[in-house]
Antibody
Framework: QVQLVESGGGVVQPGRSLRLSCAAS????????MHWVRQAPGKGLEWVAL????????FYADSVKGRFTISRDNSKKTLYMEMNSLRPEDTAVYYC??????????????WGQGTMVSVSS | SYVLTQPPSVSVAPGKTARITCGGN??????VHWYQQKPGQAPVLVIY???DRPSGIPERFSGSFSGNTATLTISRVEAGDEADYFC???????????FGPGTKVTVL
C-alpha cells in the first residue's frame, strides 16, 4: 500500500545539523504536496514545513524559518528536511506526511511512522 | 498567528456519542481536517474538508460545522476509539497550517 518511511533521526548537540529523509512508495510522488510535522514528547502536533508538488513553493513555521530547509527529489521519490542550528526545543518525533493535492489547503492523508530527533548536549 | 481551540478531554461511555469541538476566529471561512492519534502511533486522517470521510474510516465518524465551530462526532463509541483527536486548518493569511491542541477521548 501507499507508504512513507522516514530516516535520519538521532541525537545531536545544540547548534549542529541533521538531515531527515522520507522515502515514498506506491503513489505518484511528483503530483502531491509534502509536509513535515513534528511532535515534542507528550505534546501536540506542530506543522513544520510544506513543499508543493513540483518544489516551486515552500512554506515554513515561524519556529524553524531560516534554520530548516525542505526539499524533494521527484526522481528518487524522496522528501528531505535539512535542519541547521538545532535547539533543544527542536526535540521531537518528526513525521513526513502526504498532502491530498498539489498544495494547500489539502489534508494530510498518509503519514510515515516518524523519526526521533533529540537535541541535547 | 491563527489559533484553534479544543477541549482538553472528553469522556464517553461505550455505545454513546462523543462530540469534539474545534473553534477559531472566522473558522467558517476555512476547511477543517480531523486526525486521530493513538498512543505510540502516527496520526490518521478521519475527516477532511469539514465532513468528508476517507475510505476505510467507519461511518461512525462524521464532521459538521456551525458558525465558527467545527465538530467531530463519533457515534456508537467503541473502546478502540480512545485516542487523541486534532483539528487542523490552512491559514491563508500567514501561509501556515495550524493544528488544534488536541482532545483526549476516554472511553469509560
Amino acid at each position: 500500500q501507499v507508504q512513507l518511511v522516514e530516516s535520519g533521526g538521532g541525537v545531536v548537540q545544540p547548534g549542529r545539523s541533521l538531515r531527515l529523509s522520507c522515502a515514498a512508495s506506491r503513489f505518484t510522488f511528483s503530483s502531491f504536496g509534502m509536509h513535515w510535522v513534528r511532535q515534542a514528547p507528550g505534546k501536540g502536533l506542530e506543522w513544520v514545513a510544506l513543499i508543493s508538488y513540483d518544489g516551486s513553493n515552500r512554506f515554513y513555521a515561524d519556529s524553524v524559518k531560516g534554520r530548516f530547509t525542505i526539499s524533494r527529489d521527484n526522481s528518487k521519490k524522496t522528501l528531505y528536511m535539512e535542519m541547521n542550528s538545532l535547539r533543544p526545543e527542536d526535540t521531537a518525533v518528526y513525521y513526513c506526511a502526504k498532502g491530498d493535492s498539489g498544495g494547500p489547503p489539502s489534508a494530510f492523508d498518509i503519514w510515515g511512522q516518524g523519526t526521533m530527533v533529540s537535541v541535547s548536549s | 498567528s491563527y489559533v484553534l481551540t479544543q477541549p482538553p478531554s472528553v469522556s464517553v461511555a461505550p455505545g454513546k456519542t462523543a462530540r469534539i469541538t474545534c473553534g477559531g476566529n472566522d473558522l467558517g471561512s476555512k476547511s477543517v481536517h480531523w486526525y486521530q492519534q493513538k498512543p505510540g502511533q502516527a496520526p490518521v486522517l478521519v475527516i477532511y474538508f469539514d465532513s468528508d470521510r476517507p475510505s476505510g474510516i467507519p461511518e461512525r465518524f462524521s464532521g459538521s460545522f456551525s458558525g465558527n465551530t467545527a465538530t467531530l462526532t463519533i457515534s456508537r463509541v467503541e473502546a478502540g476509539d480512545e485516542a487523541d483527536y486534532f483539528c487542523q486548518v490552512w491559514d491563508s493569511t500567514s501561509d501556515h497550517y495550524v493544528f488544534g491542541p488536541g482532545t483526549k477521548v476516554t472511553v469509560l
